[in-house]
């Protein structure tokens, strides 16, 4: 251990900041992830969160406030204070013509040294022993994010950090690496993920960070943003919309209603749409669609960070 207390965050960040030029990418930013979380970083491209993870890892340096791993700041300390701590920022990269467990091997020797047995172990955990002397060449895109996660196991880490784990797989892919996750986070391991999905976010997190323009707009568990979000927004097409976006403009719990083009807008939770939807048909219209695009979450989620993407610098790109 890197002599943190018993209680101490795992990740405190109190006041840190980063600019590039006129863009504030990070801005003032204060969280804590406790020991046992899976916390969520969240928000749109270009919102702020691998520029944090960079400067978690040290591979940045903030303008003003501080980082620090299990008490120790990461700077002027960074190898003291990733002793804990491993995981990728971005895609992990490896030797395409080596095999995983070549790769894994190499890295061991690279950080100082592994027992043999922990390449076997790590690979059995993330369900590529029997692609281990495969070349990396030969793996899928959610192979090769998986190999990230053993590699970062190797350490036998305190904390795990994630940018984007299921960004760019395919549906099979991202059902791997959220079971992956599951398993993970069942062996105690605190875990630190960055994703711009809130359906991802809420299957996985006990809490949950939303950043918006480099500045944090919720922190706090999921189940207070799930309590928070109560309305979804809907999509609805009748025989009439102009007859029907009064009847929804009068209707109690229904809100933010517009006529958009060929379809109403509203947000409504789902027993305010049951009695909507009766209301309509006793005033004689017929409804041809009547559907959520998003769930109650991401509703919630964009309208956080309504406006908040901007244009990143060429450093946030990739944000």
Same mark, same amino acid.
């Given at each position: 251990?890197?002599?943190?207390?018993?209680g101490?965050?795992?990740?405190s960040?109190?006041?840190?900041?980063?600019?590039?030029?006129?863009? !504030?990418?990070?801005?003032?930013?204060? =969280?804590e992830?406790?020991?046992?979380?899976?916390y969520?970083?969240?928000?749109?491209?270009g919102?702020?969160?691998? %520029?944090?993870?960079?400067? $978690?890892?040290?591979?940045?340096?903030?303008?003003s406030?501080?980082?620090?791993? !299990?008490?120790?700041?990461?700077q002027?300390?960074?190898?003291?204070?990733?002793?804990?701590?491993?995981?990728?920022?971005?895609?992990? #990269?490896?030797?395409?013509?080596l095999?995983?467990?070549?790769?894994?091997?190499? $890295?061991?020797?690279?950080?100082g040294?592994?027992?043999?047995?922990?390449?076997?172990?790590?690979?059995?955990?993330?369900d590529l &022993?029997?692609?281990?002397?495969s070349?990396?060449?030969?793996? !899928?895109?959610?192979?090769?994010?998986?190999?990230?996660v053993a590699?970062? =196991?190797?350490?036998?880490?305190?904390l795990?950090?994630l940018?984007?784990?299921?960004?760019?797989?395919?549906?099979?892919?991202?059902?791997?690496m959220?079971?992956l996750?599951h398993?993970?986070?069942?062996?105690?391991? *605190?875990?630190?993920? !960055?994703?711009h999905?809130m359906?991802?976010?809420?299957?996985?997190?006990?809490?949950?960070?939303?950043?918006?323009?480099?500045?944090l707009a919720?922190d706090?568990?999921? *189940?207070?943003?799930?309590?928070?979000?109560?309305?979804?927004?809907?999509?609805?097409?009748?025989?009439?919309?102009?007859?029907?976006?009064e009847v929804?403009?009068?209707?109690?719990?229904?809100?933010?209603?517009?006529?958009?083009?060929?379809?109403?807008?509203?947000?409504?939770?789902?027993?305010?749409v049951?009695?909507?939807?009766?209301?309509?048909?006793?005033?004689?219209?017929?409804?041809? #669609? $009547?559907?959520?695009?998003?769930?109650?979450?991401? %509703?919630?989620? &964009?309208?956080?960070?309504?406006?908040?993407?901007? *244009?990143? *610098?060429?450093?946030?790109?990739?944000?």
């Amino acid at each position: 251990m890197t002599g943190a207390r018993e209680g101490e965050p795992v990740v405190s960040a109190q006041g840190l900041t980063k600019t590039y030029g006129a863009l !504030s990418a990070v801005d003032h930013v204060d =969280l804590e992830v406790g020991a046992g979380d899976v916390y969520g970083l969240l928000g749109p491209n270009g919102a702020g969160k691998t %520029t944090f993870m960079r400067m $978690l890892f040290g591979l940045i340096r903030p303008d003003s406030g501080e980082i620090s791993v !299990s008490g120790v700041p990461v700077q002027p300390e960074p190898r003291r204070a990733l002793a804990e701590v491993a995981g990728f920022v971005e895609a992990p #990269r490896f030797y395409p013509y080596l095999s995983g467990r070549k790769n894994l091997e190499l $890295l061991g020797r690279l950080d100082g040294g592994l027992r043999p047995q922990r390449i076997n172990e790590v690979l059995e955990v993330v369900d590529l &022993f029997d692609r281990r002397d495969s070349r990396v060449r030969e793996y !899928s895109y959610g192979m090769v994010q998986r190999l990230g996660v053993a590699a970062a =196991l190797m350490r036998d880490p305190r904390l795990l950090v994630l940018d984007e784990p299921t960004n760019g797989l395919d549906p099979a892919g991202i059902r791997d690496m959220r079971n992956l996750i599951h398993r993970l986070v069942d062996t105690g391991l *605190t875990i630190l993920l !960055s994703s711009h999905h809130m359906v991802e976010v809420d299957e996985i997190c006990t809490r949950v960070a939303i950043m918006r323009r480099g500045r944090l707009a919720y922190d706090g568990p999921i *189940t207070e943003l799930r309590a928070q979000a109560g309305r979804a927004t809907r999509h609805l097409d009748t025989t009439d919309n102009h007859v029907a976006v009064e009847v929804c403009r009068g209707f109690a719990g229904v809100e933010h209603v517009q006529l958009d083009g060929p379809q109403i807008v509203f947000d409504a939770d789902e027993a305010t749409v049951e009695r909507l939807s009766r209301e309509l048909v006793h005033a004689g219209l017929g409804i041809h #669609r $009547l559907h959520a695009p998003t769930s109650a979450l991401e %509703t919630l989620f &964009f309208r956080l960070t309504e406006g908040g993407t901007g *244009t990143p *610098t060429d450093e946030e790109a990739a944000a």
